[in-house]
């Protein structure tokens, strides 16, 4: 992405903001109430997508955190896969630090879903379905954001901690915090 000096100022004041307001509420709620709302600089708004942000940031990001522990078992015997060193948990640290990030860029107003021409699959809304569906209520998205980031803050703290246990058991909650979106803004209805 080339951008001019000022873009770049630009775009790290926006995305310091949405950090910030993201994680502060009451930040939030002055911003929230100041006249002028947080909006991408135009030369950088198309290149910023949910769509982009899913495929990567946060699936990445996700994917990585969910696959950290497991436990296979197979007739040679049971592997076991988990974090054992520093390097190992501060990789952690720093998946869930790109999700949270990914989350304020969720809640900036007017970001795009994607190239509105893409023909999704016939159980999946498209961009402009979803674009129409976030301006009827922008507060669920956000909320929806939100549910995410404070999920991903508990997990940041079981990796602090070094909390094994703790790990484990939030990989569900930040599961139906990113299910619950995708229900109401990616998969249509099941016909009855």
Known sequence: MNTSPAQFLALCTVLALSLVTA????????????????????????????????????????????????????????????????????ALRARADELIKAGALLMLPGLKVNDLSAVPPDFQYSPAEIEQLVQQDPGLWRNYAERMQTTVLQLMEAIDRRDLVAYTELGPPINQACEGCHGQYWYRPMPR
């Open 23 to 90: 994680v502060h509420p009451a930040v939030a709620q002055s911003v929230a109430q100041s006249a002028a709302p947080l909006l991408l600089p135009p030369s950088l708004a198309p290149q910023i997508t949910v769509n982009a942000l899913m495929k990567d940031t946060i699936d990445p990001a996700a994917s990585a955190l969910w696959t950290a522990v497991s436990y296979t078992a197979t007739v040679e015997g049971i592997t076991e896969t988990m974090p054992e060193t520093e390097e190992d948990w501060n």
